[in-house]
């Protein structure tokens, strides 16, 4: 158990639909980061926060966002949901800001978008 | 961009079997993190090791920075040991300052025969 929470484990919704993923990072750990995974594109790195503050982007859609909690926890929200937007969606967390630290990742969210 | 090569792509082993997996990069790297993906899609950190080398059970990993490689060593092989096995690595020159900057190789596939 790497100690990063990701709820729901499977999400199942309509195109057009807007759905919002929630990740809880290992107790400790400041930084937390977004990654797409689909079969075709890999793993796709989409943004990271820092104690609450955006900190790197990535590949992030504009219909996409995120943001980091006080207490640490973080949401993905995806909106005007396209086919191509169903993947696997992980959560990974970092002490500080992560440079020197190893990149611990939950068990993620399984999107299917019909 | 540094590229990160990655062998064998596929790996067909036999239980008990050991087994060296290669992570070649052609840049000067400050990160370098071994992940193994199971069969049902997690992805667990086995290692952080930008250099040198590091035991964890039937698992070993050096790296060796000033020639660009690491190896990832599975001994006595067992069936749990299936799926993917990332190398990703952080370019030393990392103008982002992020670990969502980490360059993750195509992986090598591992199957394990009982």
């Known amino acids: 158990d790497s100690g990063v929470t990701q709820t729901p484990k499977h999400l199942i919704t309509a195109t057009g639909q807007r759905v919002t993923l929630r990740c809880s990072p290992r107790s400790g750990d400041l930084s937390v980061y977004w990654y797409q995974q689909s079969l075709d594109q890999g793993l796709q790195f989409l943004i990271q926060y820092y104690n609450g503050e955006e900190r790197a982007k990535g590949n992030i859609l504009e219909r996409f966002s995120a943001q980091q909690f006080p207490d640490l926890h973080s949401e993905l929200n995806l909106s005007s949901l396209e086919l191509g937007d169903s993947a696997l969606y992980f959560c990974?967390?970092?002490?500080?800001?992560?440079?020197?630290?190893?990149?611990?990742f939950g068990n993620g969210t399984r999107l299917t978008v019909t | 961009g540094i590229q990160v090569e990655q062998s064998p792509p596929d790996l067909i082993l036999q239980e008990g079997a050991n087994s060296t997996l290669r992570c070649n990069f052609s840049d000067s790297v400050n990160n370098l993190q071994w992940f193994h993906q199971n069969p049902w899609g997690q992805l667990i950190n086995l290692f952080y090791?930008?250099?040198g080398t590091k035991q964890n059970g039937r698992l070993s990993a050096t790296t060796v920075a000033t020639e660009r490689y690491s190896l990832l060593y599975i001994s006595s092989s067992q069936t749990t040991d299936s799926g993917v096995y990332f190398c990703?690595?952080?370019?030393?020159?990392?103008?982002?300052?992020?670990?969502?900057?980490?360059?993750f190789g195509k992986g090598t596939k591992l199957s394990v025969k009982p």
């Open positions: 090791i930008p250099s």
């Open positions: 990703a690595v952080l370019p030393f020159m990392n103008y982002g300052g992020s670990q969502g900057n980490l360059i």
């Open positions: 990974a967390s970092s002490a500080g800001q992560g440079l020197g630290s190893p990149l611990h």
